[in-house]
């Protein structure tokens, strides 16, 4: 996919992640595969359609516009990329999760703590 189709989720993993991580989870939301149950087109990915999916298990259902017959489905999600392991390596996602975790809640907190410390002075 070209740069400028990525998702806002997309673009956003990119400016926080690894190229070996982004280039991962890429790969990975390409073998998630979604299934229309109108036309049972079976041929969109996740990553196509602008998500990512990576280490992750079960078979939602996520209400998608089928690309095909062009209406909100409960799409069903599934795996097809066989075993997992056989993927080779797998960058954990630790450093990510830290990493959204100090700029969605640490960030604002400082934010108002800086904002407190002027007005109470
Ligand atoms: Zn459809």
């Given at each position: 996919m070209a740069e400028g189709n990525l998702s806002g989720m997309q673009r956003m993993l990119r400016r926080h992640t690894s190229p070996e991580l982004f280039a991962a989870m890429q790969r990975e939301s390409r073998l998630w595969k979604t299934e229309c149950p109108h036309c049972q087109t079976d041929t969109t990915d996740i990553w196509e359609i602008g998500g990512v999916r990576y280490k992750a298990l079960g078979e939602p259902r996520n209400r998608i516009r089928c690309p095909r017959c062009n209406q909100n489905r409960w799409m069903r999600v599934h795996w097809?990329?066989?075993?997992?392991?056989?993927?080779g390596p797998r960058p954990s996602v630790t450093p990510l999760v830290i990493k959204i975790v100090l700029i969605t809640l640490l960030i604002p907190l400082a934010i108002v703590g800086a904002v407190l410390f002027f007005v109470l002075r």
């Open positions: 097809t990329g066989g075993d997992p392991n056989a993927l």
